[in-house]
């Protein structure tokens, strides 16, 4: 039974670039411009996403010694297919179009 | 020359921002760390600076949620809604008496209303409803935030009905100011509309 995960137009845009590439480790930063959603926004979504199970992070060695490690997120195999039932559902009210940044 | 000096400056304030880091609790402390080093791949100054303040929102947020409880929270909850809703009626009785003290500005808007009859006829329904209701729904919440009724079991097995009171000094505060509030109301209600008989 997955945790109830309320179905957002941020959590979309979210769920939408986390599924983009499945098994590859996302960057916030990278998340953040991809959706369009700012730092106070994405961070509480991927510690919500993280507590429900839904989400696996980790901390990655910089590519470039010298930097901080940066903490890196991926759906979980439960996460991916509640993720597909959450984005099947249908709207319970009425749903904006996930914002994407352009590129 | 410029880029060096940028650079230098966004690593001291990520240095600074990493032991500030270290000061919170445990729970917090990863998701922290997190936001601050990717500030490092976060291009251009105010998009950082932007960065950053949703960082600290959100870990406040998170402090906050952590280190209160459930009840805390409503009654957090309460006391800032209470204290929301009190700016109405404070309004008004700031606004009439300043105005007897001879400063109209916040009673202007107030006169305007009541300056055209059919206006001022409207106002005098809707005023006390919305006046004396907000004050009625700050007690009410404020209260009920502090009260907590509940089942328990004497020694020989028995059941009892237990009222429990939190004495919360913001949600008191909200109850106290709504009582004043209530009594400058109604005064200056009865001082307004009755007249000694003669």
């Known amino acids: 039974m997955p945790a109830k995960i309320r179905k957002s137009p941020q959590t979309i845009a979210l769920i939408l670039a986390l599924q983009g590439n499945l098994n590859q480790w996302r960057y916030g930063y990278d998340l953040s411009r991809e959706t369009g959603l700012k730092s106070g ?14 989400l696996q992070t980790r901390w990655a060695a910089p590519e470039v010694s010298g930097r901080p ?5 991926r759906l979980t195999s439960q996460g991916k297919a509640w993720s597909r039932d959450l984005l099947n559902e249908k709207p319970a009210g009425r749903l904006r179009k996930p914002v994407l940044a352009e590129s | 020359m410029r880029r060096f000096q940028m650079n230098s400056a966004r690593r001291a304030a990520l240095s600074l921002l990493m032991r500030a880091v270290n000061a919170l ?12 080093t990717e500030l490092e791949y976060v291009r251009g100054f105010g998009a950082a600076v932007q960065w950053l303040a949703g960082g600290v929102t959100v870990m406040i947020g998170a402090t906050i949620r952590n ?16 204290f929301s809703l009190l700016l109405i009626p404070g309004y008004f009785i700031a606004a009439a008496l300043l105005n007897q003290v001879g400063v109209s500005f916040f009673f202007l ?8 009859p059919a206006e001022a006829k409207v106002f005098n329904v809707i005023s ?4 004396l209701g907000t004050l009625l729904v700050v007690l009410v919440l404020n209260a009920a935030s502090l009260l907590h009724f509940g089942k328990d079991q004497e020694c020989g097995g028995r059941a009892v009905s237990v009222i429990q009171l939190r004495l919360q000094f913001w949600n008191l505060a909200a109850i106290l100011l709504s009582f004043v509030f209530t009594a400058a109301l109604l005064g200056y ?8 008989r003669s």
């Open chain 2, 128 to 131: 006390p409803a919305v006046l």
């Open chain 2, 67 to 82: 280190s209160w409880g459930a009840q805390d929270r409503r009654n957090a909850r309460a006391a800032a809604i209470g």
């Open chain 2, 25 to 36: 609790p445990s729970t917090e402390r990863d998701w922290a760390r997190a936001i601050v």
């Open chain 1, 41 to 54: 926004t994405l961070y509480p979504l991927l510690m919500r996403l993280r507590d429900a199970g839904w």
């Open chain 2, 109 to 116: 808007p107030i006169e305007h209303w009541l300056s055209h």
């Open chain 1, 69 to 73: 490690p940066r903490h890196m997120y």
């Open chain 2, 189 to 196: 209600a009865f001082l307004e509309n009755f007249v000694p």
